[in-house]
């Protein structure tokens, strides 16, 4: 059975750094792109970004590039996204996605909270 | 970048009626690129429909895509309890891939 499973919850400062994760089990991890997506409090679906694992390919949305950086560690079958320095504008749930036509597998959403 | 926007915003409708939501893109998107997800209240989202008419493993067959080139559409033929939900498209074809702003149906 195919499942994505992501890190737990995390609660931030501004000007604090964060690596969330992503493990994918019961496929072969390095051969399906994973997505990240972002949601804000209320509101409706980003695509961030995607990577495949095989060989680290890695693509960013526009409104994205250099705010995160997106990678993956095939022997670990994990997908990370990070941030170097939070701003309160990134609290939101951000979920994963193994694309195989379409998203068809997503994670359960890691819900990061950034506050002073 | 391929701005995909949705119709109507909000769909009030009763259980057992016909759903009919719209997908239109800023560019041709090729109809293998075409994908329905639904989601939940607390919920991550769910794969519908890919490839515009493709329906995803489990996805009863009440759900239906249809569309090309720039107009999309999702048929939902008789609405069910469940089914009340908010449905995003996205387009997949071009990077960046991009989502539709999603359309809610509602219970009338």
């Known amino acids: 059975e195919v499942q994505v499973v992501q890190s737990g919850a995390e609660v931030k400062k501004p000007g604090e750094s964060l690596k969330i994760s992503c493990k994918g089990s019961?496929?072969?991890?390095?051969?399906?792109?994973i997505a990240w997506v972002r949601q804000m409090p209320g509101k409706g679906l980003e695509w961030m970004g995607i990577?495949?694992?095989?060989?680290?390919?890695?693509r960013y949305s526009p409104s994205f590039q250099g705010q995160v950086t997106i990678s993956a560690d095939k022997s670990i079958s994990t997908a990370y996204l990070q941030w170097s320095s939070l701003k309160a504008s990134d609290t939101a749930i951000y979920y994963c996605?193994?694309?195989?036509?379409?998203?068809?597998?997503w994670g359960q959403g890691t819900l990061v909270t950034v506050s002073s | 970048e391929v701005v995909l926007t949705q119709s109507p915003g909000t769909l009030s409708l009763s259980p057992g009626e016909r759903a009919t939501l719209s997908c239109r893109a800023s560019q041709s998107v090729s109809s293998t690129y075409l994908a329905w997800y639904q989601q939940k209240p607390g919920q991550a989202p769910r794969l519908l429909i890919y490839?515009?008419?493709s329906r995803a493993t489990g996805i009863p067959d009440r759900f239906s895509g249809s569309g090309s080139g720039t107009d999309f559409t999702l048929t939902i033929s008789r609405l069910e309890p469940e089914d009340f939900a908010v449905y995003y498209c996205q387009q997949y074809g071009t990077t960046p891939w991009t989502f539709g702003q999603g359309t809610k149906v509602e219970i009338k």
């Open positions: 490839g515009t008419s």
């Open positions: 996605a193994r694309h195989g036509g379409g998203h068809s597998h």
């Open positions: 990577i495949y694992p095989g060989d680290s390919d890695t």
């Open positions: 019961g496929y072969s991890f390095a051969s399906y792109w």
